[in-house]
Nanobody, 114 residues
Framework: QVQLVESGGVLVQAGGSLRLSCAAS????????MGWYRQAPGKQRELVAR???????NYADSVKGRFTISRDNAKNTVYLQMNSLKPENTGVYYC????????WGQGTQVTVSS
């Protein structure tokens, strides 16, 4: 079992920056990859960024060059640094971990005002 707790979601103006954190606990040694997903109102959850246990990353095209995913292994925490935020980045951001199955955090709300 893996437990995930997100934090950092707030209301921010367009053009601003924000960093989300996701602390993992439990069977973290078995995690193959972690990522951030966004769910906007009335839309499906979609991948924003992902990082594997080997350090490889991939991003949604819409956030490339603006968002950076990173991890601190000593703290068992994954971060999502979001710069140059746009109103379309608004949504609930969920932390995800894959370890034989997908685990999800409770989500944190990010609202970008225009």
């Amino acid at each position: 079992q893996v437990q995930l707790v997100e934090s950092g979601g707030v209301l921010v103006q367009a053009g601003g920056s924000l960093r989300l954190s996701c602390a993992a606990s439990g069977s973290i040694f078995s995690i193959a990859a972690m990522g951030w997903y966004r769910q906007a109102p009335g839309k499906q959850r979609e991948l924003v960024a992902r990082i594997t246990s080997g350090g490889s990353t991939n991003y949604a095209d819409s956030v490339k060059g603006r968002f950076t995913i990173s991890r601190d292994n000593a703290k068992n925490t994954v971060y999502l640094q979001m710069n140059s935020l746009k109103p379309e980045n608004t949504g609930v951001y969920y932390c995800n971990a894959f370890s034989l199955r997908h685990y999800w955090g409770q989500g944190t709300q990010v609202t970008v005002s225009s």
